[in-house]
């Protein structure tokens, strides 16, 4: 009897001791399921950020050079802080490349379209340029907005604010103002394009995704251009023309000064614009014998020109004046006041060079 009773103790002793060690084992088992699924939602919130961050929209930097980029080194310095956050197109003459050979910078080698054409000052071969780049810039569906550069452009700030100032918006930037002064409207475009939606400013825009599938989609608006907006052929040359009866007759219709603003105002999206540029030009009215081209072209900027006076000027400026609207355009980011420019043209190689090495642009670093 007294040997039943230890028997039944010593069972009960190794039962609690088994169940100690089950609870022990299933306490530790289901921590280790609580660790492996935090693990898990970290791992996964990081794949959500790694996504989110390779994500990123990016900014499409579209190029209109002649051959090679001048200014290519100023702008690999910029580019440096970008982060992989945009993307390079440039529209240079039919069959140049941009190899080990024509480019020092990593960021625009082959960056050329494949399918340039041969473009003219004031002729519609301009903006059927700035329409290859952009076909070929929608091909990325993370590129977000599109920003037309020339050859002679830099930058006045580094990227990141850059982007932030471009990408705190949701409209484009394009200058555009009601052209009242006659002399550029070809009343042979009505009915297609009303005068009253007849527009002029600056072809350096920033286009948002949806404007820019606008201008490529475009099958109105550019054909009549083509037609019947082109410049005046200078005195000199008419000697080789037939010479109309009255030449006041002959229209100086510049398209690229012309083309994406009527285009945008035909199409009623100018309430998505911001109607002004990022860069910045200074127009010569004064220098020129010829009164017919004075103002025709921007001023250049060279060696001499270029101090940290300049670039102090250009970005000081707040607002730009509209006189045929009335207007004054106060410059704003994120709702507040800003600069208004982000980039200036035209520099020479030599006056961008002293620019950089004096870092008056901003840091790039």
Not at 24 to 47: E, N
Request: net charge positive.
């Amino acid at each position: 009897m007294k040997k039943k009773v230890v028997q039944q103790k010593w069972k009960k002793k190794v039962f609690g001791l088994i169940l100690v060690v089950v609870l022990c084992f299933g306490s530790l088992l289901f921590m280790q399921m609580r660790y492996t699924h935090v693990l898990g939602l970290v791992s996964l919130q990081h794949q959500f950020v790694s996504q989110s961050q390779a994500q990123k929209p990016k900014i499409a930097f579209l190029f209109i050079a002649r051959n090679r980029l001048p200014l290519e080194m100023v702008w690999d310095a910029f580019f440096r802080g970008g982060d992989n956050n945009f993307s390079i197109f440039v529209h240079p003459r039919p069959g140049f490349l941009l190899n080990e050979a024509t480019t020092r910078s990593s960021y625009f080698l082959n960056r050329q379209v494949n399918n340039s054409i041969q473009v003219d000052w004031g002729e519609a071969s301009m903006i059927e340029a700035e329409r290859i780049l952009l076909r070929h810039a929608l091909g990325d569906p993370l590129n977000d907005r599109f920003v037309f550069l020339s050859d002679s452009c830099i930058p006045l700030y580094n990227f990141s604010y850059t982007y932030d100032y471009i990408m705190s918006t949701p409209t484009s930037f394009v200058d555009s103002f009601a052209d009242t002064k006659g002399g550029r409207y070809n009343p042979k475009m009505d009915p297609v394009i009303p005068v009253y939606n007849w527009r002029k400013g600056s072809q350096w825009a920033v286009l948002t995704r949806k404007h820019a599938k606008v201008v490529v989609e475009d099958e109105t608006v550019f054909p009549m251009f083509q037609k019947y907006c082109k410049k005046k052929p200078l005195p000199e040359f008419w000697r080789d023309q037939i010479i109309p009866a009255d030449t006041s007759k002959v229209h100086n219709c510049i398209p690229d000064e012309h083309y994406v603003q009527t285009l945008l105002a035909q199409n009623d999206l100018e309430k998505e614009l911001t109607r002004r540029s990022v860069t910045h030009t200074a127009w010569d009215i004064s220098n020129s014998r010829d009164r017919e081209r004075r103002g025709w072209h921007p001023v250049t900027y060279k060696f001499s020109d270029a101090t940290p006076m300049l670039i102090k000027f250009i970005k000081e400026i707040d607002n730009i004046y509209y006189e045929t609207e009335y207007r004054r355009e106060w410059c704003t980011s994120k709702g507040k006041p800003s600069t208004c420019f982000l980039f200036a043209r035209k520099f020479t190689r030599t006056a961008a060079l002293r620019l950089l090495n004096m870092s008056v642009l901003g840091d790039f670093s």
